[in-house]
């Protein structure tokens, strides 16, 4: 008996954790038909439960038969370490880099194979790529997916690249990203430049990037974002020792 007890309880946590994902950026708002569609459950089964999410909170109601993500789930996730340090350290800097460069900003953090943005900063009319903050991109993309990935274990850089018909050279430029400290990419009427965050040396918690309205390619928003980097590392007890030096060259995006 004790062991059945144990399977439903598993099976309960299961099919909750799937009502939960079935909400995302696209669709942070769904009806009761959508969410069954989504996660595949009973009806019954998935009014019982989505009661259970709406008492505590993970879960709240919009409107008839309309739900969205609870506040409670906000309040739990600012608990999570990785991210809730990284962002309170690096507010007062991402606003000093904002003021200087005037792009958008964004902040991410690795997840898996994917790179979860956390922060984005930037005006009423953003310099692409605009990301929402809860956004999730392949590691392979410009900016922070490439930066996390070149500081990634060699087997999660494997996962990513497997099936890859550039791998070898997507390799070469992950490879120069560690060896500058920077990517870069550069398309028409833009510049893209990212840096990783460490948390101890030699451990890239987080990175960040910043587009800019300019093909300018001077070293000025480059030491501005390679200098942010660094004083935010300081605070979450990690730095570099790696020289301002110039990137070998621009990215075109390879994701």
């Known amino acids: 008996m004790a062991g059945n007890s144990g399977e439903r309880g598993q099976s309960v946590s299961s099919r909750l954790l799937r009502i ?9 708002e769904l009806s009761l038909v959508e969410i069954g569609r989504r ?47 990284v962002d309170e350290v690096s507010i007062p800097y991402l606003a000093d880099l904002y003021e200087a460069t005037h792009g958008t900003l964004h902040l991410a953090v690795r997840r898996d ?23 999730r991109v392949p590691l392979t993309c410009p900016g922070v ?19 890859y018909a550039q791998s070898n050279e997507i390799r070469q430029q992950l490879a120069e990203i ?3 400290g ?12 990212a840096a990783p965050l460490y948390g101890a040396p030699g451990r890239v918690v987080a990175a ?9 390619a001077s070293r000025v928003p480059r030491l501005l974002v390679r200098l942010t980097a660094d004083r935010i590392s300081r605070e979450l007890g990690g730095q570099t020792d790696l020289p301002l030096s110039e990137p070998g060259g621009g990215t075109n995006g390879h994701g």
């Open 20 to 28: 939960v994902d079935a909400f995302d950026q696209d669709a942070p």
């Open 39 to 85: 996660t595949g459950l009973p009806g019954a089964t998935l009014h019982r439960l989505l009661g259970e999410l709406v008492r505590h909170g993970a879960i709240e109601r919009t409107g008839p038969g309309r739900y969205t993500v609870g506040v409670r789930m906000w309040e739990i996730g600012k608990l999570a370490p990785r991210v809730s340090r």
């Open 113 to 135: 194979r994917e790179a979860l943005c956390v922060k984005v900063i930037g005006d009423h009319h953003p310099v692409p790529p605009m990301l929402r903050a809860g956004a």
């Open 145 to 163: 997916g490439e930066v996390l990935l070149a500081h990634a274990a060699p087997d999660v850089i494997e996962l990513v690249l497997a099936g």
């Open 178 to 180: 560690r060896r500058c």
């Open 182 to 193: 920077l990517a870069e990419t550069r398309n028409a009427g833009s510049l893209l430049i």
């Open 208 to 216: 960040l990037s910043v587009a800019m309205r300019s093909s300018d």
